[in-house]
């Protein structure tokens, strides 16, 4: 439960990011090459995914490069449009490294992650059970 207070200081805190993306912001062009070297890094930390995972990142990354171009046309808004897109990127980027930094099972199958919690309390799975 929220109160009025919270509410408030979310909403100045909100309104003081939107004050500050506005005071900074970039031609479009440029933010385009910050999302696209975003994405490059994104896509490039792909260690330890299976191929469908990987399938879908080329997929989607290459969608979203198509998009990145169209905006960087200079349609309206786009540059804002552009900005939220890299912040999104590089936010999914530090929080995939910080879950695979602080959550030794991220990233495994469930049967990794079976027998991970096993070793965990001193037991070992046998095979025919996975």
Known sequence: MSTVAQ???ASALFS?????????R??????AEKVLRELRSTVGSSSG??????????TLS???????ELYAQNVPKSSQILSDMELLLRSKRIHTSLMEM???LYGMSEQERIRATARTVGL???????
């Open 62 to 68: 290459g969608s979203l490069v198509d998009m990145v």
């Open 49 to 58: 995914h299976t191929d469908s995972q990987r399938n879908h990142k080329d």
């Open 26 to 31: 970039l031609p479009a062009r440029q933010v």
């Open 124 to 130: 070992d799975v046998p095979e025919a059970h996975l």
């Open 102 to 104: 602080y959550n030794p």
């Open 16 to 24: 003081l990011a939107s004050l500050e993306a506005a005071a900074t």
């Open 7 to 9: 509410k408030a200081s």
